[in-house]
């Protein structure tokens, strides 16, 4: 069974950078593809990035292309979000989602519990 355990979040003044980590874990499957969502207050959850494992394709929604990045740490089994120039209507709870492949087959996706990232002054 996959566990996803995000950390990282918290008070940031705008303009500032905070990285956001996911830890995976659980046996016997490979992840296709691993993602980053935020939700903020009174909205609907919203993709931030998504990176495809086999082909290192990458997808950024437009409001954070050029200040986030997505990448991954295979030996530690971590997903990371860099969050750079951050601004107040980044403020928002984000999630770390992974789409599982076991025995080959697609699973169910998998989220974590959410970090809060608070942008404010």
């Known amino acids: 069974q996959v566990r996803l355990v995000e950390s990282g979040g918290g008070l940031v003044q705008p303009g500032g950078s905070l990285t956001l980590s996911c830890a995976i874990s659980?046996?016997?499957?490979?992840?296709?593809?691993f993602s980053w969502y935020r939700q903020a207050p009174g909205k609907q959850r919203e993709l931030v990035a998504m990176?495809?494992?086999?082909?290192?394709?990458?997808n950024y929604a437009d409001f954070v292309k050029g200040r986030f990045t997505i990448s991954r740490d295979n030996a530690k089994n971590t997903v990371y979000l860099q969050m750079n120039n951050l601004k107040p209507e980044d403020t928002a709870v984000y999630y770390c989602?992974?789409?599982?492949?076991?025995?080959?087959?697609?699973?169910?996706?998998?989220w974590g519990q959410g970090t809060l990232v608070t942008v404010s002054s």
């Open positions: 989602n992974v789409d599982p492949y076991y025995g080959g087959e697609p699973y169910p996706e998998v």
């Open positions: 659980g046996s016997g499957f490979t992840v296709f593809a």
């Open positions: 990176r495809i494992t086999n082909t290192g394709s990458t």
